[in-house]
């Protein structure tokens, strides 16, 4: 089974390329053994032009599912292998075989050519082999090898074959916008996935600095020491007594329970009642 999967898988191609793979490798499936029973019946009966167009195109399919399965010239081989089985096609209609039947293979081609080729080129060549195919079918008269086709037969087949190629174009065109939009929601995913993920990587980041932040607060508010409740400090002198029952300087006090560090210094009051000579006008300095 998977063997089998392989085989509708080309190298290094994309999401479109691969569709494309796929439906060349299903037509060159389906087509390659009633070419080959043709191409033996074409020989059995003389018809050696036939069979050797079959034969080539098969030859073809072949070749070209081999480059395309490796990802090498695709879009040549999907032209020529169109252009192979167009001169295949006029062949079929000018032999005609019984009541005209081989024409009718006419109608396979749009079918092809349009998913392989894109819209614009498969019309192309859709309308090149609907000219050629008119051209053959009422070229008759003049040419004896070519089967004679009634004209009400020629004017369905033409309609019938347009008829089939607008349809297909019409096919492809839906599904190659519904391919486009596929694509653009693809990238608009792939656009809001990254900014989700940048959003992801902002908030992370923010998340790292707020913890940050939070660890500096914790470690500065552990470093800082408060002064609560009743502390017992000496009405004359100010020192204060600790759990211990030491009695402490103030200053020193309040530097090992707040952190604090002091200056000294003497304010004007104490200036002048502990040193009043100083503080005179004309005393000495």
């Keep these: 089974m998977t063997a089998l999967r392989k085989l509708f898988v080309a190298d290094s191609v994309g999401l479109e390329d691969q569709l494309r793979f796929r439906l060349y490798t299903t037509f060159v499936a389906l087509a390659l053994p009633p070419m080959l029973v043709f191409g033996i019946v074409g020989i059995a009966e003389g018809n050696l032009v036939l069979a050797a167009l079959i034969l080539a195109s098969g030859v073809a399919l072949v070749a070209g599912w081999r480059l395309a399965r490796r990802g090498r010239s695709v879009l040549a081989v999907y032209r020529a292998n169109g252009f192979v089985f167009a001169l295949l096609v006029l062949q079929m209609v000018a032999v005609g075989g019984a009541s005209g039947s081989k024409s009718l293979w006419i109608n396979v081609y749009p079918l092809i050519t349009f998913f392989l080729l894109g819209e614009r080129e498969g019309a192309l060549w859709t309308g090149g ?37 607008c349809a297909t174009f019409g096919y492809e065109h839906i599904r190659r916008r519904f391919r486009d939009r596929l694509v653009l929601e693809r990238e608009h995913l792939e656009e809001e996935k990254q900014r989700l993920s940048r959003e992801i990587l902002e908030r992370e980041r923010a998340e790292r600095e707020k913890e940050r932040l939070i660890a500096e607060l914790k470690e500065a508010l552990g470093q800082v020491q408060t002064l609560k409740g009743l502390v017992p400090i000496c009405s004359h002198c100010h020192r204060i007594r600790d ?21 000294h210094g003497i304010c004007p009051t104490c200036m002048a009642t502990q040193y009043p000579d100083d503080s005179e006008p004309g005393g000495p300095s």
Excluded: C, M, T
Excluded at 148 to 163: G, Q
Excluded at 243 to 263: C, I, M, P, T, V
């Design 243 to 263: 759990d211990k029952g030491f009695w402490n300087r103030l200053e020193s006090y309040l530097q090992a329970h707040a952190g604090a560090q002091f200056s």
């Design 129 to 165: 082999l609907l000219i050629a195919s008119l051209a053959v079918l009422f070229a008759a008269p003049w040419f004896p090898a070519i089967h004679a086709y009634p004209p009400e037969f020629a004017v369905r087949l033409s309609v019938v074959y347009l008829v089939v190629a």
